[in-house]
């Protein structure tokens, strides 16, 4: 049994994404970041970094932060999502990386600038409205001639698509990439990941693409 602290975000939703797609028994407990909620003395005792997600592992007590780290265990521990081949176990690991060092920390900045305060620095809007342009047209490439990101589906397709379900955040059209689009609208037909999407609790519609 997995204890899941999350909230209503991507790096949360990735996770979310897997326990529904390993249809494991987990609970969860919602930690409200807008109220700060992540940031008590007893929520830092699991994560130390003050951010959700964060899972404890009831059958060996171990806590882990950070969404790259919790799926990969999760993919290791239940042998799904990521393959045992260490060439195509790379090219998984080398994905997820590309997501959790890139793809989301710069759309994480873009909704800051471009979403949420816009106007009140036009270099911030610039750059990453830039890397956003860059980074879709990245994913775009990757996914010319193929489904999933590394050939099967895996845990680089359940990091990447919840921060491309912020799209109109991002000032993003899907239309502009189109391989990205088809691959978006391809795993929201899975039931696990619009299950998964609405954990900890609904807030809003599914973006179609
Ligand atoms: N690198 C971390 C980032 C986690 C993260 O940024 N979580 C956000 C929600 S998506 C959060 O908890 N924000 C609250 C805060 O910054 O105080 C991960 O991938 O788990």
Redesign the pocket.
Known sequence: MIDFYT?T????RKVSILLEELGIDYEVHAIN?GQGE??TAEFLKIGP?????VIVDRDNGLTL????AILWYLADKYNKFLPEDPLARMKVLEWLMWQ?GGL?PML?QAHQYLHFNPGKAPFAEERFAGEVGRLYGVLDRQLEGRDYIVDSYSIADMACWPWASRYEWQGVNLADYPNVRAWYQRLLKREAVRKGYHVPKVMGDIPPG
């Not at 932060?65 to 790259?68: A, F, P, Q, R, V």
């Open positions: 909230w975000t991507p790096n949360g970041i992540q940031k970094n003050n951010k959700i997600p932060m950070e969404s790259g959790m989301g994480g």
